[in-house]
């Protein structure tokens, strides 16, 4: 099983602070990772797929880049609606996996 | 406009069964793969099963041999057929359409609770 493990869990953050989240994968999955946004008593939505392609409707502060095993999501200048947890996950075999998830808390 | 739409969870008792239902508008379930994800209680999210266009399925060990995906496209709906239930499967059950590969359309979710 790939196990994808985000760094960090928790963070606070300030509107308009630049923020990056990490996932890492215990073996190298190509650019086979997409990102997620859930925000509180909503469900998933699709922010990044293969590791740095956007998503039509996505705000452009929104970016991703890596590969193999080491995956970013950078959020540039973040706004206040920002606030909610944000999964990685792999579909580069079976069983398909997510990260653990990190909530961002805006100040 | 794209929508899926999950129905059919509720309380059960330890060992009992539920069919879950993912009705899809604005696309056929049968061009795409199909995927059902739960999150238990304050927790992440698990992948459990998927379907794909040539009707393979998968499942996460977890609930292989207890679970079973389907889908009818006559009535365009995806399934998720639940038997002999634990407290460990309590969760919000969503149905997600794939598109290459990443979920790029899910349901609001239905709620699974498994209790005596």
């Known amino acids: 099983e790939i196990v994808l493990t985000q760094s960090p869990d928790f963070q606070s953050v300030t509107p308009k602070e630049k923020v990056t989240i990490t996932c890492r994968a215990s073996q190298t999955i190509g650019i086979s990772l997409h990102w997620y946004q859930q925000k509180p008593g909503q469900s998933p939505k699709l922010l990044i797929k293969y590791a740095s392609q956007s998503i039509s409707g996505v705000p452009s502060r929104f970016s991703g880049s890596g590969s193999g095993t080491d995956f970013t999501l950078t959020i540039n200048s973040l706004e206040a609606e920002d606030a909610a947890t944000y999964y990685c996950h792999q579909s580069s075999g079976f069983p398909i996996t997510f990260g653990q998830g990190t909530r961002l808390d805006i100040k | ?116």
């Open chain 2, 1 to 116: 406009e794209v929508q899926v739409v999950e129905s059919g969870g509720g309380l059960v008792q330890p060992g009992g069964s539920l069919r879950l239902s993912c009705a899809a508008s604005g696309f056929n379930v049968n061009t795409v793969y199909m995927s059902w994800v739960r999150q238990a209680p304050g927790k992440g999210l698990e992948w459990v099963s998927v379907i794909y266009t040539g009707g393979g399925t998968y499942y996460a060990d977890s609930v292989k041999d207890r679970f079973t995906i389907s889908r009818d496209t006559s009535k365009n709906t995806l399934y998720l057929q639940l038997k002999n239930l634990r407290a460990e499967d309590t969760a919000v059950y969503y149905c997600a359409r794939g598109s290459s590969l990443a979920f790029d359309k899910w349901g609001q979710g239905t709620k699974v609770s498994v209790s005596s």
